[in-house]
């Protein structure tokens, strides 16, 4: 007993001695290394690992259909931490024009649309930058978008009406109805319906009461914008001694479809004693006021000054408000000058509104953008497209100084505007004689949009251009002209003599030929087969007896070159 006490108690001091060792050294190695130090010769627990970025997985690259409006690309990244990772857009020159997710999913603001592109560069390729964040580090990523292509249905051209008169113009009913005005020269308007029938009842018929003379005859018609209310609508003719006159009619009263032809009232008298250069063509433009193309008064090279004296409405355009009447004491002024005319209020005739032109047959408003197209026949060189936007007040074109960009008679040239495209006569498939102004398409054939479609009346030339590359300063010559012959063709019929190229209210175009026909482009979802293509204009020598009368009627109409006489 007494020795197991013995062993108890040395066993006590022995853990004793140990506990004071232990603090004395650790009390040393406290001096020694401050607080918290370690013994010399240990091992460093590992240091908590740095967050590392994520890393995309998803390609730089995209290729996405036009008119895409879902998501279209999802960007996916890896995080080697296994953090959560969210994106978003960090740049790029066509970062509005997109949205992305949190989760990477990413879409057009808009749906893209191939053949008008709204991408920094204009090339349907679009430049984003992407930023994937796990929440304390991101990356980004360079994304380039290419919008491609998507063909709608195919197009077809149809002819819907031949027989006609003479038809020099069409004009949409302004509903629904599909409904067309179809203008004959000899002094008729009848209304067509949509599948081509044409009413036995004209609209208006006034042959025999004016001049049919040469280039003369009826030749221009508008409706105002307000003809469901008013009846209004207004025409462009000669008169019997060939003084132009727009005339104001009315429409029976309870009766759209029929005209009072004793309502007319020439609200603007142009005395023209020649009976070529005509012009002919009245619309009105988006500011709802009415718009005159009128010729040079006629002959070879402006024998008269006409085209460069703004006194005189001759050789001009002008731009009227039928709804007033600022000249109640004359009956040939039955109308009120807009404000904004560039010669209202100083120097030269209050009604111009561009002046230097020669026969300014055709023309017609963008409907998107509200700028005027101008086809202006030339002299016996060189056909020309014009262009005025909404501004353009006062514009001079240049003849008779100038046809087209080359010199005519010669003189100063500071301050003219040039055409925006031109051609030169010949028999070639990118030359002519007397162009036909056309229109911007902005129907349902897609690939069709924003085309400037246009023609020449003598030779049996259609072309197209990039409303986008015609551009104010700038003359685009006929090799970047698209020949059009082929995709014309029509299922029945051949466009010989194009006189007007005219919109309805759904903005399918139509093409009115001279000798009686009325061909219309539309879609064809059925993919039927274009006939074979046209080709290049023939020589006299090879064409068929009727075409030879068509060629001989043309130039009836339009006159010899060599006499300045042409046809509207």
Same mark, same amino acid.
């Given at each position: 007993m007494v020795q197991t006490r013995r062993r108890a108690s040395r066993g006590w001091v022995a853990r004793i001695l140990l506990a004071g060792l232990v603090a004395a050294l650790t009390a040393a190695l406290a001096a020694c290394?401050?607080?918290?130090?370690?013994?010399?010769?240990?091992?460093?627990?590992?240091?908590?690992?740095?967050n590392r970025p994520p890393v995309f997985t998803s390609g730089a690259t995209a290729t996405v259909p036009e008119d895409t409006a879902a998501v279209?690309?999802?960007?996916?990244?890896?995080?080697?931490?296994?953090? *959560?990772?969210?994106?978003?857009?960090?740049?790029?020159?066509?970062?509005?024009?997109?949205?992305?997710?949190?989760?990477?999913?990413?879409s057009f603001v808009a749906a893209p649309d191939f053949e008008q592109p709204v991408d920094a560069n204009g090339d349907n390729?679009?430049?984003?930058?992407? *930023?994937?964040?796990?929440?304390?580090?991101?990356?980004?990523?360079?994304?380039?978008?290419?919008?491609?292509?998507v063909r709608g249905a195919a197009f077809r051209v149809r002819r819907i009406a031949s027989g006609l008169n003479f038809p020099i113009f069409i004009a949409p009913m302004p509903d629904s109805s599909g409904r067309l005005f179809v203008v004959e020269r000899e002094g008729r308007i009848r209304i067509m319906t949509a599948n081509g029938s044409v009413s036995a009842t004209p609209f208006l018929d006034l042959t025999g009461t004016i001049s049919i003379d040469g280039e003369r005859g009826l030749l221009g018609f508008a409706?105002?914008?307000?003809?469901?209310?008013?009846?209004?609508?207004?025409?462009?003719?000669? *008169?019997?001694?060939?003084?132009?006159?727009?005339?104001?009619?009315?429409t029976i009263a309870g009766d759209l479809n029929r005209a009072d032809p004793t309502s007319g009232d020439a609200i603007l008298r142009v005395v023209h004693a020649r009976n070529n250069h005509n012009g002919g063509w009245i619309g009105f433009g988006p500011d709802r006021m009415l718009y005159v193309a009128i010729g040079d008064g006629g002959g070879a090279g402006d024998p008269d000054n006409n085209g460069q004296n703004t006194n005189t409405l001759l050789g001009k355009i002008l731009r009227l408000d039928p709804a007033g009447d600022a000249f109640p004491a004359d009956p040939d002024r039955d109308y009120a000058i807009p404000a904004g005319n560039p010669f209202a209020s100083a120097g030269g005739a209050p009604e111009v509104w561009a002046y230097g032109l020669r026969n300014p047959f055709r023309?017609?408003?963008?409907?998107?953008?509200?700028?005027l197209l101008i086809g202006d026949v030339g002299q016996g060189a060189i056909e020309e497209i014009d262009l005025m936007r909404p501004g353009d007040g006062g514009a001079n074109f240049g003849w008779p100084i100038l046809e087209g960009t080359a010199v005519f008679r010669g003189g100063p040239t500071a301050g003219m505007t040039p055409p925006v495209a031109q051609y030169s006569h010949g028999t070639g498939p990118v030359n002519g004689s007397s162009v036909t102004g056309g229109l911007v398409y902005r129907g349902p054939v897609e690939s069709l949009l924003g085309e400037y479609i246009f023609a020449d009346f003598v030779r049996p030339n259609i072309w197209s251009l990039p409303i986008a590359r015609l551009v104010p300063g700038t003359t685009l010559q006929a090799n970047e002209f698209t020949l059009r012959n082929g995709d014309f063709t029509p299922?029945?019929?051949?466009?010989?003599?194009?006189?007007?190229?005219?919109?309805?209210?759904?903005?399918?175009?139509?093409?009115?030929?001279?000798?009686?026909?009325i061909f219309v482009i539309e879609t064809d979802a059925l993919g039927i087969p274009q006939s074979a293509a046209l080709g290049a204009p023939r020589a006299a020598s090879q064409m068929s007896p009727q075409q030879l009368l068509r060629e001989g009627l043309s130039r009836r109409f339009g006159g010899r070159r060599d006499a300045g006489v042409r046809r509207p």
């Open positions: 290394g401050g607080g918290g130090g370690r013994p010399r010769g240990s091992v460093s627990p590992p240091p908590s690992p740095a279209f690309y999802t960007a996916t990244a890896t995080d080697p931490d296994g953090n *959560a990772i969210t994106f978003s857009l960090a740049g790029g020159v066509d970062q509005a024009r997109l949205r992305i997710t949190s989760a990477g999913a990413l390729v679009y430049l984003v930058t992407i *930023a994937a964040s796990d929440g304390t580090v991101s990356v980004t990523q360079s994304l380039s978008i290419t919008v491609t292509d409706t105002a914008p307000d003809f469901f209310t008013s009846g209004r609508f207004y025409v462009f003719v000669t *008169a019997p001694d060939g003084t132009i006159e727009v005339r104001r009619y009315l023309n017609n408003f963008d409907t998107q953008t509200g700028n299922d029945t019929g051949a466009p010989t003599n194009i006189v007007s190229i005219n919109a309805d209210n759904a903005g399918q175009v139509y093409l009115v030929d001279f000798d009686g026909e």
